[in-house]
């Protein structure tokens, strides 16, 4: 990984992060919703039997105001029931379906492919966001990288300069106190050192997670360096694009068509009702009958006034909130304009000036003056202080302008699956 490109990198995580692919999942999900809408209720079979002889057994004995009794209480409603009152059993299998001519079904039907466009939008969002948290990500780790590696040899070159400072204190050159100084300023040079390696290892896990690989004590290494390139040599059009290719608009406009074929769903569940079909054969001994009947609901109270309100005041939600999106959407753009034009201009100053070289050049000489007697402590440390806070800007800046970059491409719905 450590040879690939932030791109190699971006396919290798959107194919193996967990995470990731578990979202996707909701797509399938509302597959299973279009296929339930797609079927027919089922029939229903049913069974009856009549006339079934009854007969109670001399034990039973009575209770209440018989209390008391025997079981000859009962004998007179025994004896009512010679055989089994009624005649032979009566059977009565039947078969009943519920039907709908096919209206309501395909109205539901559209509901559910709806479902699916909404779904797979949603999923496209979350693909636009999880690719600019990995590309956020990314450009960190290489910031910090660059911040541990010029604290590093500042660190290693501080304590090759203290142990120079101490030969020079041990002959007198300098006073003691003055070698105490620089050992104290030292504990503050590591302090920061270690804390650069922090960073780098928090970010290299929230990477990691994001990449969709197991965690490491090896660190995380990347080809090249944090470099700065202009949006012309990056190929970056700052003026062309068209807010519908953000998937969060197209996902909140698809949930907005689903709710308004809902609410027709709705409506047609009151004026085309389902209607139930059966037919039923009695047998009674030699005695046999078929009979065929139907059924439909009577909407009188129940019209589905509560479901079709309900449906209405969603789809009218869910239009303010495509509303609201859109305008939340143009700030975004705007402020990231702002924001890369900003940073790209100032960094633009730094190469013309060569910032980097002349800094490296400044601090050389003030630890040269210092060695050679010709510059004080405090002058050498403010220096070396000046030399760090420069480079920790410069990095600082690149990493948020190419942040700034990743966040404008995502807000126009330039950045996902779909790009």
């Known amino acids: 990984m450590s040879n690939?490109?932030?791109?190699?990198?971006?396919?290798?995580?959107?194919?193996?992060?967990?995470?990731?692919?578990?979202?996707?999942?909701?797509?399938?999900?509302?597959?299973?919703?279009?296929?339930?809408?797609?079927?027919?209720?089922?029939?229903?079979?049913?069974?009856?039997?009549?006339?079934?002889?009854?007969?109670?057994?001399?034990?039973?004995?009575?209770?209440?105001?018989?209390?008391?009794?025997?079981?000859?209480?009962?004998?007179?409603?025994?004896?009512?029931?010679?055989?089994?009152?009624?005649?032979?059993?009566?059977?009565?299998?039947?078969?009943?379906?519920?039907?709908?001519?096919?209206?309501?079904?395909?109205?539901?039907?559209?509901?559910?492919?709806?479902?699916?466009?909404?779904?797979k939008a949603k999923f496209s969002d979350f693909d636009r966001v999880f690719r600019l948290r990995l590309r956020q990500y990314y450009w960190l780790h290489k910031y910090l990288t660059e911040y541990v590696n010029f604290q590093k040899e500042f660190y290693e070159n501080y304590?090759?300069?203290?142990?120079?400072?101490?030969?020079?204190?041990?002959?007198?050159?300098?006073?003691?106190?003055?070698?105490?100084?620089?050992?104290?300023?030292?504990i503050r040079i590591e302090k920061e050192y270690k804390e650069a390696e922090i960073m780098r290892a928090q970010a290299a896990k929230d990477l990691r997670f994001f990449i969709g690989i197991a965690p490491s004590n090896q660190a995380l290494l990347f080809n090249g360096k944090l470099e700065f390139y202009s949006l012309k040599e990056l190929g970056l059009d700052l003026k062309n694009y068209n807010i519908e290719n953000r998937a969060d608009l197209q996902a909140l406009k698809s949930k907005a068509i689903q709710n308004k074929l809902t609410i027709e769903l709705k409506e047609k569940e009151v004026k085309v009702p389902y209607v139930n079909f059966g037919g039923e054969v009695r047998l009674k001994g030699n005695e046999q009958y078929a009979g065929i009947f139907a059924s439909i609901p009577l909407k009188i109270e129940d019209r589905n006034q509560g479901e079709i309100y309900k449906a209405q005041e969603t789809f009218k939600k869910s239009q303010l909130e495509v509303e609201s999106k859109t305008k939340q959407i143009y700030s975004e753009i705007r402020a990231a304009l702002r924001e890369i034009l900003s940073r790209e201009e100032l960094l633009k100053e730094y190469k013309s000036i060569k910032l980097i070289d002349k800094n490296k050049t400044v601090q050389e000489k003030y630890r040269l003056a210092y060695i050679?007697?010709?510059?004080?402590?405090?002058?050498?440390?403010?220096?070396?202080?000046?030399?760090?806070?420069?480079?920790?800007?410069?990095?600082?800046?690149?990493?948020?302008?190419?942040?700034?970059?990743?966040?404008f491409r995502a807000a126009i719905g330039k950045l996902g699956e779909n790009e």
């Open 372 to 407: 050679r007697g010709a510059s004080n402590l405090v002058t050498f440390l403010e220096a070396e202080k000046n030399y760090l806070s420069v480079l920790r800007g410069y990095y600082e800046q690149l990493y948020l302008y190419y942040n700034a970059i990743e966040g």
């Open 159 to 186: 304590n090759e300069l203290l142990d120079l400072t101490k030969f020079r204190a041990e002959k007198g050159d300098i006073s003691l106190l003055e070698y105490d100084r620089l050992t104290l300023e030292r």
């Open 4 to 119: 690939w490109t932030l791109e190699q990198i971006e396919k290798y995580a959107v194919n193996n992060n967990p995470l990731y692919n578990a979202e996707k999942q909701n797509i399938n999900l509302a597959i299973g919703d279009l296929m339930t809408a797609k079927l027919n209720r089922n029939p229903v079979l049913g069974y009856q039997q009549q006339f079934i002889p009854l007969r109670v057994s001399d034990s039973i004995t009575a209770s209440g105001p018989f209390a008391g009794t025997t079981g000859a209480g009962f004998q007179v409603f025994r004896q009512s029931l010679p055989g089994g009152a009624g005649g032979q059993p009566e059977l009565a299998p039947s078969l009943s379906w519920e039907y709908d001519f096919g209206v309501i079904r395909n109205q539901k039907t559209k509901v559910a492919q709806q479902g699916i466009k909404f779904e």
